[in-house]
């Protein structure tokens, strides 16, 4: 009897965090990043007279610490909305993290685990991109750091979208997708849908690439129950992919 209730509740449909009012308003705030994405990936390329943007590229270099300004503060204002959701329904921020470090031990545990995970990472990132191939989309090459200040300003942004990106994603949607499905394997599946989507600027290969890393950001945070190690992979893939690996193997 006991082993019978322990299971029903590792499986039983959890609670809501926030309303589900507030879930369709996230739903349509990726549904319009899914619109502007499209949009910036069929907008004419500004290549021709005058332009400083190399052919097959999303924008100019010289808009790159602009742009990563805009996604910094889109993140923060992403995960406002959500504390905002979870807030009104009697929540608060922790709600979507999952909880912090309360021991050296649990520092110790997540560093353990932060160095295999990142290496699966990284090999399903190759993996899928090798199996996709390359194609026409534009790409964002031009729009990695090169300076000292825009290396900073990367650096930032990066840490930004691990935080706020991991909590609105794994903290909040797959949270919301859980106590809706009672599923937790639809609800990895389809937040890293909704995850990939909300990239669709970088075009549809990358879609599938940033949804398959996805999958795996849901899966961890399903198993451990909170994001710290999410948080300290995802800010720091971003920082290897954009900018680091270019400096360790120049």
Known sequence: MQANSTLAAKVARPAQIAS???????????????????????????SGAGSNQAPGQLASHQYAIPIYLTALVMDWALLYFCWAGVHWHGGNLWDLAGGRWKSWRDVLTDLAILLPFWAVWEGAAYCVHLLLGSGSAKSVDSLLPKSIVEVLVWIATCITAGICEEMAFRGYLQRQIHALTGNIAWAVVLQALVFGIAHGYQGWRNVVVISVLGVLYGALAAWRKNLRV?????????????????????
């Not at 319009?32 to 500004?46: F, N, P, S």
């Not at 992979?233 to 900018?243: C, L, P, T």
Request: hydrophobic share 55%.
């Open 20 to 46: 589900w009012k507030h879930l369709a308003g996230f739903i349509a705030i990726m549904a319009a990043l899914l619109v502007l994405g499209l949009y910036q990936q069929h907008a004419g390329g500004g």
């Open 230 to 250: 999410n948080i300290i992979s995802h800010a720091g893939s971003d920082i290897w992919e954009g900018w680091l690996k270019f400096v360790v193997f120049r």
